[in-house]
């Protein structure tokens, strides 16, 4: 039995398939998701065997976005003359979402490559989920909206910041303006999926097989190649460069790339040695 309510995690050929769990509930983001997320991506981060992840769920649908009945802002219960005013609730509430966002940026922070694999609905919050990841699949009946138009507030924990490095930006707009959904067709065409299958079987196959390839490469390369892409993607050309020498002038393995110019020679597999486990500093 998983010690998660909202996830199942399993290791398998260095590749961790993480799923939503709660198909019933259509996988929406409870306070126990939002408990939970940032501890599994932990434990996930901290297996040095783990060279990719597979993001699914489990249903019908994704994941239907944020359980709105799980949040408030946290001052219905306190009498009107003890109340806070509106600056205190607002500041509070500022601090909520910064640290949703962060754990929605976690998953680019982890240093393997997460392969998000979306069927049926992928709505609101599920949409900043999917975002942060690093490759992007549907089954053709997958759908994605920006929800939070229609319910009258504005996305707030990544879909505003991350999309338009996805799609080109007046569609990203037209899809944040009016809440409608896009089809899976059109996910691929305008760039924010890689591919479309035919069923969520084909999809996690496809899913897998891509995890396994990414599997087989120096995990000190991978983590490399996700860290570089992801801070070009913030910074200018010219301190990406900078980034990027220093960076391969403190980790570039000699060894792991002995081990594939010979491997490639010789007609093999690579077999490179995992990272080294690192616990908790406040560990014993």
């Not at 009498?79 to 509430?93: F, Q």
């Not at 982890?110 to 599920?126: D, E, K, L, S, Y």
């Not at 995990?219 to 990027?244: C, E, Q, T, W």
Request: negative net charge; proline residues 3%.
């Amino acid at each position: 039995m998983s010690k998660y309510k909202c996830f199942e995690l399993k290791v398998d050929n260095n590749v961790a398939n993480l799923v939503l769990s709660r198909p019933n509930e259509l996988n929406t983001m409870t306070r126990d998701f939002w408990v939970e997320l940032p501890e599994v991506l932990d434990e996930i981060n901290r297996n040095s065997e783990i060279r990719a992840v597979i993001l699914s769920s489990s249903g019908k649908h994704f994941c239907a976005g944020m359980d709105l009945n799980a949040f408030s802002n946290g001052v219905e219960n306190i009498p009107d003359d003890k109340k806070p005013d509106h600056a205190r609730v607002g500041e509070a509430l500022y601090r909520v979402a910064k640290e949703l966002q962060g754990y929605i940026s976690t998953l680019e922070k982890i240093r393997a490559p997460v392969i998000a694999a979306v069927q049926g609905g992928c709505v609101g919050g599920a949409l900043d989920l999917i975002t942060a990841c690093d490759i992007r699949l549907a089954s053709k009946e997958a759908f994605f909206c920006i929800q939070e138009v229609n319910i009258g507030m504005a996305a707030d924990v990544g879909t505003l910041q991350r999309l338009p490095r996805l799609i080109p930006d007046s569609k990203m707009r037209e899809l944040a303006y009016t809440g409608r959904k896009m089809l899976a067709d059109e996910a691929k065409e305008s760039g924010l999926v890689s591919s479309v299958f035919e069923s969520q079987e084909d999809m996690l196959k496809a899913a897998n097989e891509l995890a396994l390839d990414i599997a087989t490469k120096s995990p000190v390369a991978i983590y490399g190649l996700k860290a570089l892409m992801n801070y070009s993607r913030d910074h200018s050309i010219d301190d990406s460069l900078d980034f990027n020498a220093l960076w391969s002038g403190a980790m570039l393995s000699q060894k792991d790339m002995a081990e594939a110019m010979t491997a490639q020679m010789e007609k093999r597999d690579a077999a490179f040695n995992k990272m080294v486990d690192v616990k908790k500093f406040n560990e014993k």
